[in-house]
């Protein structure tokens, strides 16, 4: 029997995709872990990093967060990381297995949509199986997004 899965908890969240809302509509959004060395935890941890242009992949088995940019931390020595390295993410082989099949469809990427530490202190990327969106579709999902903010706003003035 499959364990409960508990909400998670966004103690401090690092960086963001916003864009990636826009440019893309979501099959499935999932958490995983990030390896990580000392140094990047701790340039994490001062609220430095950009998910702006990176993606994920599977490799052998593997899913690796391409393209972050975690800057080297000011105060370390000559053992620091490489800011745009290849990370590996932390998933179940069953998961990894269900984003390779989603990947192969047509269309499918993986996208990075925060990170950030749980209350646990441990750094996670939330990450979505998404497809891109079409210019029509933007604005389709813009009128929409306009529309839901200005039915809001009528019913709390009627009542």
Same mark, same amino acid.
Do not use: C
């Given at each position: ?9 966004? !103690? ?13 509509? @979501?099959?499935? !959004? ?5 390896? #990580? ?6 340039? #994490? ?12 992949? !599977?490799?052998? &088995? /593997? !899913?690796?967060?391409? %393209?972050?940019?975690?800057?080297? @931390?000011? +105060?370390?020595?000559?053992? %620091? ?7 590996? #993410?932390?998933?179940? $082989?069953? /998961?990894? *297995?269900?984003? +390779? &099949? $989603?990947?192969?469809?047509? &269309?499918?990427?993986?996208?990075? #949509?925060?990170?950030?530490?749980? *209350? ?13 969106? =079409?210019? +029509?579709?933007?604005?389709? +999902? ?5 529309? =839901?903010? *200005? ?7 009627? &009542?």
């Amino acid at each position: 029997m499959a364990r409960p899965r508990h909400e998670t908890v966004k !103690v401090k969240t690092v960086a963001e995709n916003r864009r990636a809302r826009y440019e893309y509509s @979501f099959e499935d !959004v999932l958490d995983a872990g990030i390896a #990580l060395t000392g140094t990047e935890v701790k340039s #994490l941890r001062f609220g430095e990093g950009s998910i702006a242009e990176s993606y994920a992949e !599977v490799k052998n &088995g /593997e !899913v690796w967060l391409v %393209n972050a940019n975690i800057p080297e @931390f000011s +105060h370390g020595n000559r053992h %620091n990381h490489e800011p745009k390295r290849p990370r590996k #993410l932390l998933l179940r $082989a069953r /998961e990894i *297995e269900k984003l +390779h &099949g $989603a990947v192969a469809r047509q &269309g499918m990427t993986l996208v990075p #949509l925060s990170v950030y530490f749980n *209350e646990r202190g441990r750094a996670k990327v939330e990450l979505a199986v998404a497809k891109g969106r =079409k210019l +029509h579709d933007k604005r389709a +999902h813009e009128k929409e997004k306009d529309w =839901k903010r *200005e039915q809001g706003r009528l019913l709390r003035e009627r &009542g």
